[in-house]
């Protein structure tokens, strides 16, 4: 079983749509948890941490599930420029991130 | 400043070739990282470096060999690479906790292709 799973879409969309990502971790002992996006042939960008009370940047909602191994990620009111793909993260200690396969979205006129 | 910046943007080189990758930051963080992201996969960690020192290796073959010669910069030497070695470099800093794992801020990488 990966260490983080999430599901690889692609996740087609018209503009306006409301969208969520899901993800589970199997390490029960991480602390942190992250939302990286990535664009084509470009560097991953942090999105958002993630924090068990939950937590909204504008368009953009992560929750925490500790009891259920479970991350989410809402997207409100695609944008085009929300086409990338979506990292789901978790922290292994050590300094290290775990990473899921990632989940493409694509959002279309 | 969120930069982390990388040379070259682009490299090909041949499988005798010696070549090295760049990296620097200047956000004050003590924890750096390399990475290897092939093509619709996510990075693959190779490297980490606490505090100038080598602290995981993540079984990397040894014509990767890495250098953090100041809490700045970074290093990744390349020799006697194989095509299979084609991918996308990037480097990442992070500050360093007690507890938990903090935020990596990544670089834009270095494509590296292997002839």
């Known amino acids: 079983r990966k260490e983080v799973e999430q599901d690889p879409g692609p996740f087609n969309v018209p503009e306006g749509a409301t969208v969520a990502f899901n993800c589970t971790y199997s390490n029960s002992a991480s602390q942190s948890f992250f939302w990286y996006r990535q664009d084509c042939r470009k560097e991953p960008k942090l999105l958002m941490s993630v924090y068990s009370s939950g937590n909204e940047d504008g368009r953009f909602t992560a929750q925490l599930n500790r009891a259920s191994q479970y991350i989410s990620l809402l997207i409100r009111d695609s944008k085009l420029s929300d086409s990338a793909t979506y990292l789901c993260?978790?922290?292994?200690?050590?300094?290290?991130?775990?990473f899921g396969a990632g989940t493409r979205l694509a959002v279309h006129p | 400043d969120t930069e982390v910046t990388q040379t070259p943007k682009h490299l090909v080189m041949g499988m005798t070739n010696k070549k090295s990758l760049k990296c620097e930051q200047h956000m004050g963080h003590r924890a750096m990282y390399w990475y290897k992201q092939k093509a619709k996969k996510p990075p693959e960690l190779m490297f980490v470096?606490?505090?100038?020192?080598?602290?995981i290796n993540e079984s990397v073959p040894s014509r990767f060999s890495p250098e953090c010669p100041n809490s700045s910069l970074l290093n990744l030497h390349l020799h006697a690479l194989q095509p299979e070695d084609s991918a996308l470099y990037l480097c990442a800093s992070s500050p360093i906790r007690t507890s938990g794992t903090d935020t990596q801020y990544f670089g834009p990488g270095t494509r590296l292709t292997v002839l």
């Open positions: 470096y606490s505090y100038e020192k080598l602290s």
């Open positions: 993260v978790s922290g292994g200690g050590y300094n290290k991130l775990i």
